[in-house]
């Protein structure tokens, strides 16, 4: 089987490039994983369950990155094994600057043996397409939003001073509405 799409993220290459890197990113993003384990900088233990046709199938496998070329590109090379079946194969993972952005671009070839390849090539070939949307649509909004807190941990010390600006300003003017009513009562007192 073979795959191949690309995806434009809004942030820079360098940060795409550490998220793809960081073992608790990629557990959030891959479809249905219960495990994420980084065993060395190049070097994964995962485990995912995953409905594909009428089979249930828990897989548990090692990855293993590959012709690391920071922050432009890299290999993925994996293999999983399942009551099901197995599924082996690689990918290349590109980063181009695009847009103000990062485009990333992955070509896929894999191979899935067992009782999983009898429901078809068509079956699984919309199941790995439909994986694949889900992990790259899932680690763009999850890198995103890492970029949003972070931004607003930046802005915090201005958003408080202005929140202090405006308390003080709300107290001027509580003031100013007690002075000018205790004049207006002592005036109306006399």
């Known amino acids: 089987m073979k795959l191949s799409g690309s995806y434009q993220i809004n942030l820079g290459k360098e940060k795409v490039w550490e998220a793809l890197n ?4 990629l557990k959030k993003s891959i479809p249905g994983c219960d495990e994420f384990t980084k065993n060395s900088d190049t070097n994964f233990s995962a485990k ?5 046709g009428p089979f249930n ?3 548990s496998g090692e990855i293993e990155l590959q012709n690391l070329k920071p922050p432009h590109s890299y290999k993925i090379t ?3 094994n399942s009551p099901v079946g197995f ?3 690689e990918a290349d993972v ?3 600057d695009n847009d103000g952005g990062t485009k990333l671009i992955y ?5 899935v043996g067992g009782k999983i390849a009898q429901v078809g090539s068509r079956l699984i070939d919309m199941t790995a397409k439909k994986m694949a949307d889900i992990f790259f649509g899932k680690f763009s909004e999850l890198i995103s939003r890492e970029t949003i807190d972070v931004k607003k941990d930046e802005l915090k010390p201005y958003l408080q001073k202005k929140k202090t600006q405006s308390e003080k300003k709300n107290l001027y003017w509580i003031v100013a509405i007690l002075i000018t009513s205790t004049f207006i009562a002592w005036f109306l007192i006399n």
């Open 57 to 59: 199938a828990s897989f």
């Open 94 to 96: 590109k980063l181009e």
């Open 78 to 80: 994996g293999s999983g």
């Open 22 to 25: 960081d073992p608790d990113i």
């Open 87 to 89: 599924a082996q194969g």
């Open 107 to 111: 070509s896929v070839d894999a191979q």
């Open 48 to 52: 995912a369950t995953n409905k594909i």
